[in-house]
C-alpha cells in the first residue's frame, strides 16, 4: 500500500479500513477456507463450527470491504476471493509474525490477554440505599 507524502489522511483511512475489516479471528478463518477454493454457507460452518448467521455476517463485511465475491449458482451462493493480494498481504502478515515472536501474541492492546469490548465498556452499579 503505497503511501503519498502530499495528503496521507485518505490512504491511511483505506488502510485502517482494510486491517480492520481483516481484524476479527473468524474472517481470517473464512478467508483462509477461501483461500483453497470457493465455500457456500454450509461448507463453512460445518468446517469452522459457527452459526449460520455469524457465518452470513462475517461474509457480508468481507463482500462490503472488496476482499470477497459471490457468485451465484441456483440457490446457493459460492464465495471466493477477490482478489489474489489478499493471499500475498496475509504471507506477509505469518512472515511478520514470525520475525516478532510473541510480541504480537502478547500485546496488552491486542493480543491473547487483551480485554475484549465487553470487558472494557464501563459497568453501572446501582447505589443500595442504607
Not at 1 to 20: I, K, Q
Not at 43 to 72: E, F, M, Y
Not at 78 to 88: G, N, Q, T
Request: hydrophobic share 40%; charged share 20%.
Amino acid at each position: 500500500m503505497a503511501m503519498t507524502t502530499d495528503n496521507p489522511e485518505p490512504a491511511l483511512r483505506r488502510g485502517a479500513a482494510l486491517f480492520h475489516g481483516l481484524a476479527d479471528r473468524n474472517r481470517l478463518a473464512i478467508v483462509r477456507q477461501l483461500a483453497s477454493g470457493e465455500r457456500r454457507v454450509v461448507d463453512l460452518t460445518d468446517a469452522l463450527g459457527l452459526a449460520q448467521g455469524t457465518v452470513s455476517g462475517h461474509l457480508a463485511c468481507l463482500r462490503d470491504c472488496g476482499l470477497i465475491v459471490g457468485r451465484p449458482e441456483g440457490r446457493q451462493m459460492f464465495y471466493s476471493i477477490a482478489h489474489p493480494e489478499l493471499m500475498d498481504l496475509l504471507g506477509a502478515a505469518e512472515q511478520l509474525l514470525a520475525l516478532t515472536g510473541e510480541a504480537v501474541e502478547l500485546c496488552p492492546n491486542y493480543g491473547a490477554g487483551a480485554e475484549t469490548p465487553a470487558e472494557m465498556t464501563p459497568t453501572t452499579t446501582k447505589e443500595v440505599a442504607p
